[in-house]
């Protein structure tokens, strides 16, 4: 069944799949039927959550997969329908069958970088860092201006960085290196993300010799461009800002900038930076 996560990831699924509708040049009107049955559907769950019943999305869910298999059966080389069944596969956590779906769309049209990418995150989660790594520089080489291929990219190297190093992909520098770069390129493209801004801080944590004035910098940048936002998300990116002046010797600062934390989910977090302050 479909998992629900926010409203939010179901309309950027929803934008998505219109999006999908408006620029790709569909076989048939069926196709764009189906589509737009399945952007519905999502728009409807974002807009109320509880409006269907989960055997009721069950069903639909069901429908909108047996409406793709059947358009295949008729247009099997339909790329753009491939394409919309593998990420439909994929939600419904079937992702063997997805993964045959984006198999069968990059033998038709080798230059798709959303192709690229679903390979290699597939390839990924069974674990196969090395063969998922050409596919996502692929799809970053095809579509360099998307953020989410540069972050995925990060993520990768930041997940397989053992194996890459000790197989000789990468030395331990570089794959640092790379991996930061890739996190500050999404940024960059997308710098209202507050998710990649986020990473991109927490990234400087996971180097072997890390630039603490550097970090300071991101984090900085993170709280001029998110703290006015919500006092939630200013006070997380200010216990960061602690301990990264705990790192540079700067105590008198973090101390005051950890004491001016009140969130109660946070506090735990608090403690954790002040303890580090008195073993400094």
Known sequence: MLRIITAYTLLTLSAAIANESQTTDFASEKLFQIASKEENFYKRLAE??????????????????????????????????????????????????????????DSLDP??????????????????????????????????????????????????????????????NALER????????????????????????????????PDWRAALLQWNKALKNFGEMEPLRAEIINLHRANVLV??????????????ITHPNLQHSKQKVLDSILVH
């Open 111 to 172: 230059k798709l970088a959303v192709v690229k990418q679903q390979i290699g995150t597939h390839l990924a989660e069974q674990n196969k860092g090395r063969a998922a790594l050409p596919f996502y520089l692929t799809a970053i080489e095809l579509e360099p201006k998307t953020a989410l291929y540069h972050f995925s990219l990060g993520q990768l190297l930041h997940q397989f960085r053992d194996d890459y190093v000790s197989e000789k992909v990468f030395t331990a």
């Open 178 to 209: 790379e991996m930061l770069k890739a996190y500050r390129q999404a940024v960059n493209l997308e710098p209202e993300n507050f998710a990649y801004t986020m990473r991109l801080g927490e990234a400087y944590y996971d180097m072997s010799s």
């Open 48 to 105: 109320d959550p509880e409006f269907y019943t989960e055997a009721d999305m069950d069903q639909r869910v069901n429908e909108l997969v047996q409406s793709y298999r059947a358009y295949l059966t008729e247009q099997p080389n339909d790329v753009s329908a491939l394409i919309l069944y593998g990420k439909l596969l994929r939600r419904v956590e079937l992702y063997d069958e997805a993964f045959t779906a984006f198999l069968k769309a």
């Open 247 to 260: 790192k540079l010797g700067r105590l008198e600062e973090a101390q005051a900038l950890t004491d001016a």
